[in-house]
Every structure is written in C-alpha cells, then in structure tokens.
C-alpha cells in the first residue's frame, strides 16, 4: 500500500477523533479545526516514512495533533497581540457573523460551561482530560500520545479531575 493510501484509510478510521481533540483543545472556529486536521495528515504522510509502529496510528496521530495544537495556541497568542495593536490603532477587524463552534455542537448552558472550565484549565490537565475522559483512549495509548508514562497520565488525570470538580463548584466529574 502506498502512503497515500495508508494516511487515506487513517484519515478515514481516525479524523473525527482528532478532530474532537483539536476542537476540546483550542478555542477555535469550526473551519479553523478543519485545516489543522488536515495539517496532522499532512504532516503524518510527510513523516511516514520514520513511522516505526512502535505506537498504535492512532497514538502517533494524537501525538502529532498535540504538537499541532501547541503550534496553534502559540500563534493564537501572537495573533491576540496583533489584534490589540489594531485596536489601538482603530482598526478592528469586523465579525464575520459565523456560528461558534460552542453554538454547533454544545447547546446546552452546562455543556458550555463544562467547555469552558476545561479550557481554563492549565494544559496538560486539558490534553489528559480530553484524551481519557472525553475521546475514551485507554491510559497506555494516552500515555504514548503524550510521550508520558502510564503513571503520570493516572496522577494528572486524577487532578485534572479535582482541578475541573473545583472549577465546576464541586460538581462530581466523571
């Protein structure tokens, strides 16, 4: 099989579980997670020569989907700053009128609420919780994700948990 082909079948089996990574991860617009996820692919078939199989595609995907997300949270600063520049200078960029990503998937006010809290939270605590509570990755593939090992994913999971239930006014986290 070529690698086309193998990044084509990954994308087919694994896209919408890095999508909802990127999603839960980055306070970004619907179209925004889009193009990331298609630069984890890209990225992927680029690389996949030093694929090695050690770690499940998934793993390996999770891992280069996290690195992805770094990248997009560090422009996202630098970009907050250019928008303060301009709005200094009075020119603010008008809004586009597109829906939210909280207003297409999350209607509820709690479910907002619980986006939010988990956005507020430092990140690896974020990338933890996503991985194991929300896109149900089993510990090792967790751990192999994140370059970790098994026994930091329990404990930082274990006070993402405390740290969301605080957040949350004591509500019990599962």
């Given amino acids: 099989m ?78 907050k700053w250019k928008w303060l520049l301009q709005v200094e200078s009075g020119r603010v960029p008008e809004s586009t009128g597109k829906d939210t990503p909280e207003q297409l998937f999350f209607v509820s006010e709690e479910q907002k609420k619980l986006l939010n809290a988990i956005r507020s939270l430092k990140e690896s605590y974020q990338e933890v919780l996503i991985m194991r509570s929300i896109k149900e990755l089993s510990v090792q593939e967790t751990a192999a994700a994140l370059g970790w090992n098994e026994n930091k994913v329990r404990s930082t999971l274990h006070r993402a948990k405390s740290a969301l239930q605080k957040k949350l006014g004591g509500n019990v986290v599962e």
């Fill in 2 to 79: 070529s690698n086309k082909q193998v990044i084509s079948e990954w994308f087919y089996l694994y896209s919408d579980d890095i999508y909802h990574f990127l999603f839960y991860r980055l306070n970004s617009k619907h179209h925004d997670v889009e193009d990331l996820v298609q630069e984890v692919f890209i990225r992927a078939l680029k690389s996949l020569d030093r694929y090695k199989g050690e770690a499940s595609p998934k793993t390996w995907l999770y891992s280069i989907a996290r690195n992805i997300a770094i990248d997009a949270h560090r422009k996202k600063k630098r970009d």
